[in-house]
């Protein structure tokens, strides 16, 4: 009888990575023994997993119901190997942890807390941090990334958990101008938009095996502070495009309501991101453990 984890660590890996060439240098293996072995991994399943063309690979329905189920099954031989390890050595030592501001606080520093009951010879420092740092040079264990990766050599990276972005805006100003009901209606609309400098943030949603419909809000008000734009738009003075979690209760309880529900956001994963070395250490590794676990139901729609 054949393995039936065979391939799906392969397969897991290529996901998060995004294509088949940089799973291969994170697996140290040729592009073309990945490529060899999702297409067994296919054959064995008799099924598609990804639609790949010259530019572009995306995961099928049936790839993206396998992945779901094969990284939760990973995460427990990985956790499973934690404890084990857990039970032989103690966790001590001091954890540098890198992480977005207002992600940080909300989901993250609670997760990452709770271990120091668990673990009492562990210590914390949490950076907040919305600039994306320099892992080796400023001595940080691990950062947390709410925004794509790009590959740096010497780099580790682990898809943690995905964030839905939602079109939302409060009762009173959609009694007073409308709901858009398409994305082209967006325009005719007071938005609040996400900004640094000169750089406005597009509000991007999906499309089948096409590239993102984009909108580019230009509405008069522009901050860099993803809560003070949920507070603007649940004070009436626009729609705004905003991460689920950070939204949800506000929604829940119809100081905001979700706009577009035919339409949702465009997800982005959120990865934990390390220095590669030859043994990762057990506080990194039961922090990144702890954060696959629990982040996915914290930022759930």
Not at 14 to 34: D, I, P
């Amino acid at each position: 009888m054949s393995d039936p984890l065979t391939g799906v660590s392969v397969f897991v890996q290529t996901v998060e990575s995004g294509s088949f060439a940089t799973a291969a240098a994170r697996l140290g293996l040729s592009r073309s023994a990945v490529g060899k072995t999702i297409a067994r991994l296919e054959q064995r399943l008799g099924v598609q997993l990804f639609h790949r063309t010259t530019r572009s690979m995306s995961l099928t329905d049936d790839g993206q119901a396998l992945y779901e189920h094969a990284a939760r099954a990973l995460e427990a031989l990985r956790s499973a190997e934690t404890m084990l390890e857990s039970g032989r050595k103690e966790v001590i030592g001091r954890l540098r942890v890198s992480m977005p501001v207002l992600f940080g606080r909300r989901c993250v520093a609670p997760i990452l807390s709770r271990l120091t009951r668990e673990h009492p010879g562990l210590e914390l420092d949490l950076q907040f941090s919305d600039r994306t740092v320099d892992l080796m040079g400023d001595g940080f264990d691990l950062a947390i990334r709410n925004e794509p990766f790009a590959e740096v050599p010497g780099l580790l990276t682990r898809r943690l958990a995905r964030q839905r972005m939602t079109v939302c805006a409060a009762p009173a100003y959609l009694q007073a101008h409308g709901r858009p009901m398409t994305i082209a209606d967006l325009g005719g609309h007071a938005t609040i938009a996400y900004g640094r400098g000169d750089r406005i943030r597009s509000w991007l949603f999906p499309r089948d095996n096409e590239a993102p419909e984009e909108f580019i809000p230009l509405g008069r008000m522009r901050f860099d502070d993803l809560e003070a734009i949920a507070d603007a738009a649940a004070a009436g003075f626009g729609l705004a495009w905003l991460p689920c979690w950070l939204v949800r209760d506000r929604i829940a309880s119809g100081e905001l309501v979700r706009l577009l529900p035919e339409r949702p956001g465009l997800e982005f994963q959120i990865n934990a991101v390390w220095p590669g070395q030859a043994r990762l250490p057990l506080r990194v590794r039961i922090a990144i453990d702890a954060l696959a676990a629990d982040l996915p139901a914290m930022t759930a729609k």
